[in-house]
């Protein structure tokens, strides 16, 4: 951009000012006008201004020397929810993927794969690894001897509990990380690039706001000084321009910058209401959020709920092995390995529930048939013990699925007990004249 500076003109108050207008001096239809300390430089709409003009306003705002237009509120609360949902987006979406997979070594390769658009390799589970060695262990030791019949059984469930958890990692990976991994990388991406977008819009209105202040400075400046005369033996005479001829060039550039400010202004709202279509569909987004934690919970419930299977179905099979191997003792009974447990009463083994205290046994009543061991049982036929009672409130209602069992209300209080042999996720209740069997997770066992 061209400039030319001008001789002092300042015949009044002993003020000098150098005036240069390229326009006029040079054809040029951008200009830059200078006043002492200060310049001016204003581009038309036929020659924008340089692109750099957005950083300068971008560095006066943070110098404090530059006004900034401010975004409703309601537009405001859109940025901050949205950057909300990002921030913790990437937080749940990297604690799942550590839950998924806690190996760091293992998450790092498959995101490598991810990047390279590979299918990950199939990778045993710990599962299925400590099956392995289990299986091999009973073929060593002898899969006809009492610990390798266990082991055996065992490294079979624990293959089934491996396979359950590959299932679920494929399950929760298409179903929960998938969607908030295509929201970071899609939409996300999408939002950032309109938003610093409208940033540069905003920056040019502003700095188009500072110029057309500036402008109307400089024309009240000519207006005042319309009589002032220069001194024509000072430098070259064509180098000057009348106080009259700049202020009414003053007048034009004034116009000039409210045309191109109302341009900006017009891309800025145009650029804002884009911006606020989209901040606006982060709701959709966490209502698809919503659907995906949903059906995340439901592997989740289900992978769990195969393992407490799996964990039952075996803890059947050893229990009813474990007379083979310890005679004379009950099943569930933690102190069979024990000599002195021969003497003492045998004892079931509190319910899986870690929460729930141990609860006594009744010894072997005299009249009750051996088909209790064999989880038939007939509640007229037992008689509660002398001791080893418990006191009990039901946590949720249950309805009795046969006749053998106590239907439960929330909140009653009841007595409850246990037999020999008698499932541990089960005991004997009491309420008045009504007696059966109630389900442990549905009570809290009090002291």
């Known amino acids: 951009m061209p400039c030319l500076h001008l001789g002092t003109s300042g015949?009044?108050?002993?003020?000098?000012h150098l005036?240069?207008?390229c326009e006029l001096l040079t054809g040029e239809s951008s200009f830059a006008l200078t006043s002492g300390s200060e310049c001016w430089s204003w581009p038309s709409p036929n020659n924008p201004a340089p692109a750099g003009r957005g950083g300068n306003q971008f560095t006066e705002e943070k110098l404090g020397q530059a006004e900034k237009t401010e975004l409703d509120a309601h537009f405001e609360n859109l940025l901050a929810r949205a950057d909300c949902t990002k921030n913790w987006t990437e937080k749940i979406l990297r604690q799942t993927e550590v839950l998924l997979q806690p190996n760091p070594s293992a998450r790092v390769e498959e995101f490598l794969y991810e990047k390279l658009d590979r299918k990950v390799p199939s990778r045993v589970t710990n599962g299925e690894l400590l099956a392995q060695y289990m299986t091999e262990a009973a073929s060593d030791f002898g899969p006809g001897t009492p610990y390798g019949k266990t082991l055996i059984k065992v490294?079979?469930?624990q293959r089934r509990l491996g396979a359950a958890e590959r299932e679920f990692i494929r399950s929760a990976s298409i179903s929960f990380l998938t969607p908030l991994r295509n929201f970071l990388e899609g939409d996300w991406r999408t939002i950032s690039k309109e938003r610093r977008i409208l940033q540069n819009r905003r920056?040019?209105?502003?700095?188009?706001?500072?110029?057309?202040?500036k402008a109307k400075a400089a024309e009240a400046k000519a207006a005042c000084e319309g009589d002032a005369v220069p001194d024509f033996q000072e430098t070259r005479?064509?180098?000057?321009v009348l106080?009259?001829?700049?202020?009414?060039?003053?007048?034009?550039?004034v116009e000039k910058a409210e045309h191109e400010l109302r341009l900006t202004q017009t891309e800025f709202d145009r650029q804002a209401e884009v911006t606020r279509l989209l901040l606006e569909g982060i709701s959709s987004t966490h209502v698809n959020h919503l659907r995906c934690l949903h059906e995340f919970v439901e592997s989740q419930t289900n992978y769990y709920a195969q393992c407490y299977q799996f964990m039952l179905d075996l803890q059947k099979q050893l229990g009813s092995s474990k007379g083979e191997i310890f005679s004379g003792t009950f099943v569930g009974n933690a102190e069979s390995a024990s000599p002195a447990a021969a003497t003492s009463p045998p004892t079931v083994a509190a319910a899986t529930l870690p929460a729930v205290p141990t609860i006594p046994v009744v010894p072997t009543i005299v009249g009750v048939p051996n088909t209790v061991a064999e989880g038939v049982l007939n509640p007229n036929e037992v008689k509660p013990p002398a001791s080893g009672t418990r006191r009990a409130r039901v946590l949720y209602d249950y309805e009795a699925a046969d006749s053998t069992e106590l239907a439960l209300l929330a909140d009653e209080?009841?007595?409850?007990?246990?037999?020999?042999?008698?499932d541990p996720d089960w005991l004997i209740g009491e309420r008045g004249n009504q007696k059966g069997k109630v389900p442990v997770t549905y009570l809290e066992l009090l002291s």
């Open 243 to 253: 106080s009259a001829s700049a202020s009414a060039l003053w007048s034009d550039e």
């Open 155 to 157: 490294g079979e469930t």
């Open 413 to 422: 209080m009841i007595t409850v007990y246990s037999l020999p042999g008698m």
């Open 11 to 16: 015949s009044r108050g002993g003020e000098g």
């Open 19 to 21: 005036w240069v207008l």
């Open 237 to 240: 005479p064509r180098n000057y």
């Open 203 to 213: 920056l040019d209105l502003d700095a188009c706001k500072a110029r057309l202040k």
